[in-house]
């Protein structure tokens, strides 16, 4: 969803920044294409690179709370004492808990990563998570490309239309976004679409601007 968004925003600020430079549709297209692999790998890369780093965070901190329990049981049963006693347990119900946990080594060292260590015990694919990640930025970022691609279409025209793919990728995303994260559908979409007009309009003002500072029409 956030490789989406940012193939989308980053994509058609490409787009929004040459036509205000005044390219031409074939020097868009090229700029716009050239942009959204070179992003999509480096994004898919660095996905790869932050899931993998995470993976591997946890994985050490499995081994370092494996040893402890094998070396100072009682000191780990302790902190297992501890932890849901800050939760508001005590008494026998306190000891059950603690007794059912650390009857369980696998059970034991994960209530550990998760309470003392904060960590989230999903594990996700590197490969897997820079790949989808690279899909969903081309996927997105391409469409607001295509008008370009469209023969018999003057060079405002593909803009316009371009935008308006543009606008409606951002409210959707949004909108999903929102969906995920439980929050507001319409104001989600909104947001996104804001940020989104907002690159490109950022990047269309720089593109004009270089324009009238250099002077003349790029092609």
């Known amino acids: 969803m956030l490789g989406a968004i940012d193939g989308c925003i980053t994509t058609f600020a490409i787009v929004s920044g040459a036509f205000g430079a005044g390219f031409s549709p074939l020097v868009i297209l090229v700029m716009g294409f050239a942009n959204l692999l070179a992003d999509g790998f480096s994004m898919a890369v660095s996905n790869y690179e932050a899931v993998d780093a995470q993976r591997k965070h946890l994985e050490a901190a499995r081994r370092t709370e494996e040893r402890h329990i094998k070396l100072v049981p009682e000191g780990e049963r302790e902190e297992v004492r501890q932890i ?22 696998k059970l034991w060292v994960e209530t550990m990563l998760a309470e003392e260590y904060g960590l989230s015990l999903e594990r996700f694919s590197p490969v897997t998570s820079a790949l989808v990640t ?61 940020m989104g007009s907002a690159a490109a309009a950022l990047a269309f003002l720089v593109g004009y601007l270089l324009r009238l500072l250099f002077g003349g029409e790029i092609s």
């Open 134 to 194: 690279f899909a969903a930025f081309v996927a997105a970022g391409t469409l607001p490309l295509l008008p370009f691609v469209l023969p018999g279409l003057a060079l405002p025209t593909q803009f316009v239309a371009s935008g308006i793919l543009a606008g409606l990728i951002f409210f959707a995303i949004g909108m999903l976004k929102g969906l995920v994260y439980s929050q507001q559908l319409l104001r989600s979409g909104v947001t996104t679409f804001l």
């Open 84 to 105: 849901f006693a800050s939760k508001g347990f005590s008494g026998a119900t306190l000891e059950k808990i603690v007794t059912t946990i650390t009857a369980n080594r």
